[in-house]
Each structure stands twice: as C-alpha cells, then as structure tokens.
C-alpha cells in the first residue's frame, strides 16, 4: 500500500474522518449491482484520492483479501490518510447506511416475493451490472500500459484467468492462487528482483 502523496498537485485526500465517512456512506448508498464502477469514479474521477494506476494495484489487493472487495478497499484508503481510526471510520461508513437499507428492502422482499413483475425486475438488473462491470474493466485498460509487466502480459493474465473462472469453471480460489502467484513473481522479476 502506497503512502499518502501529499506532494502531488491534482491530489486530494479527505479532510477528515467526518469526510471519510460520509463519503463511504454516499458511496456505498449508490453500490447496487455494480460497486466497482461506483468506487472507480467516485474514488479516481471525482474525489482524486487515487490515481488509475494507484486504484488498480489496490483493488487486486482488496479483491484477494478475504471479505468484500469495496469494503477491503475502503479500510485501506482510511488506513492510508488516518490509520486505524480512518479504517475504522471508512468501515462504518460502507457498513452502516446499507445495513438499514438492506434490512428494510429485505423485510419489504418477503411481502412482495410472489409478485411475477417483480422476479423480472431483479433479474433484468443482473445484465446492467454485468454491463457496469464490463464498462469499468474497459476503462482502467490504460492504466495497465504503466505496469513493469506491459499491457500485452496482463492482457494475457486477464485472458488466462477469465478462462480458468468463466469457461473451465476452476475454483476462483486455485485460479487466484496460480495465476496471481506468476503475475506477482513475474513482476518482481521484471522490477529488478532482490536487487540491493
């Protein structure tokens, strides 16, 4: 995890744990179905706490972590600017709207689970977040043209482990394990090794 650069002219950080939170919370109250194309504008385009290159590096960070991705990656933005306090404030904020949100849309489900129109609904919402996935993964293509691997190795990375998951069905957990061991040994490699 990178340390905060202060230095950097079109760099912003949040002004307090007040700010962290409330931030998280926006954004965890816009996360329905497509969180990583949210967290991407919301984090990189809009606010400038991190840059494309800075995001992607902590998002396959937060994404091997056990747990939820956006929530992995709110503590480590809050750990970044206030330490244990910013994580835990960033934590809150992703937790605690949507928890109330979450409780009241699931009390209203088990009244209305037997309306047809309403079983369409959900189902037409998991084609918007796929194609928000997809959307988002095109975006931060650019940032790859900087990694010390190159974008035509990480293109090839993303392929192999596309067809591990998608299309050969290997467990996510192998695929991570493999494919994320040779992309981590391959840019430590290409980065010079353990050159004193």
């Not at 109250?29 to 967290?39: E, H, I, P, S, Y």
């Amino acid at each position: 995890m990178t340390p905060p650069p202060e230095a950097a002219p079109d760099r912003s950080q949040p002004r307090s744990l007040a700010d962290l939170y409330i931030s998280f919370t926006l954004l965890a109250l816009q996360g329905f179905g497509g969180v990583l194309a949210v967290v991407q504008r919301e984090l990189v385009e809009r606010k400038r706490w991190m840059t494309r290159e800075e995001f992607v590096e902590e998002w396959a960070v937060a994404q091997i972590m056990p747990g939820p991705n956006v929530v992995n990656l709110s503590m480590m933005i809050g750990s970044r600017y206030f330490g244990l306090p910013g994580a835990m404030a960033a934590l809150a904020g992703m937790l605690s709207a949507p928890l109330v949100v979450v409780l009241l849309l699931g009390f209203t489900y088990t009244s209305f689970a037997g309306v047809p129109q309403l079983a369409g609904a959900l189902r037409g919402m998991g084609a918007v977040a796929a194609g928000l996935i997809t959307a988002t993964g095109l975006k931060l293509l650019p940032a790859m043209r900087s990694h010390p691997l190159g974008p035509v190795a990480c293109l090839l990375l993303a392929a192999a482990t596309f067809a591990g998951v998608a299309l050969l069905r290997l467990p996510l957990a192998w695929v991570l394990l493999v494919l994320g061991t040779i992309a981590c040994w391959l840019t430590w490699h290409r980065l010079g090794g353990a050159r004193p």
